[in-house]
């Protein structure tokens, strides 16, 4: 049952001008990002991570970099493009507070099933490919690094929540009620009965993820009643 960090990336430079980046080649990290993307190092220490992956983008890529040094035996992050940004087509580059007049903000917002950006994809294709991605990982990590393993993915808002809806069984219509900042840490472990959502864009600390022994009492995979106290 391997847990997944799957790490927002840091604050970007189209983050703080407030522009919608996409897949906008050169966005880097601000230097307020920078700084989130070091700190990662000391919030994820302790933790036996096993692997690593990362959306294809600059930004991801930079949040990553910092925390790999300090790990060289992750070696280089693999590369998958279906953990790369939604594909927002003929939004991509412009102001948040340009598309917000724009009909089809309403469908984002309030149905983001029925919403497709013109010349892009769909959020229903973003959920698609984003849950297959990280549940295919996932199951390599735990061939390759057994059942307890932990692994850090580097991607985007929006994929981020999409993989969260997934993991809570909600609607993809439900899923603009899910928030992570930059850098946040979101935690999910994946069993074969059913996912775990650990940490929710977390941004402190957190050394409680480490691996521990399970509870005899309570079988693989199954929550325990009454709670984890």
Known sequence: MPTLLL???GRSTANTAGVLAGWTP???????????????VGRLSG?????????????????????????PELGDPAVDERLGECKYGDWTGRPLRE????????TVQNQPSAAAFPGGESLRDLSHRTVEAVREWDAKVAAEHGEDALWIACSHGDVIKAVVADALG???DHFQ????????VTAI??????????RLGDTGGLAALAPKAERPE???????????G
């Open 177 to 184: 009620r899910i928030s992570v900042e930059p850098c946040s």
């Open 26 to 40: 050169g966005v880097d990290l601000d230097d307020t990002g920078r700084e989130q993307a070091a700190g990662l």
């Open 189 to 198: 472990r994946y069993t074969a009965h059913r996912p775990f959502l650990l």
């Open 47 to 71: 933790l036996p991570l096993a692997h690593a992956v990362s959306s294809p983008l600059e930004r991801c890529r930079q949040t990553l970099a910092p925390l790999l040094a300090a790990r």
């Open 7 to 9: 790490v927002r990336h």
């Open 99 to 106: 598309l917000a007049e724009e009909p089809l903000w309403r």
């Open 218 to 228: 309570v079988p693989a995979g199954d929550a325990v009643v009454g709670g984890t």
């Open 170 to 172: 909600l609607h993809l």
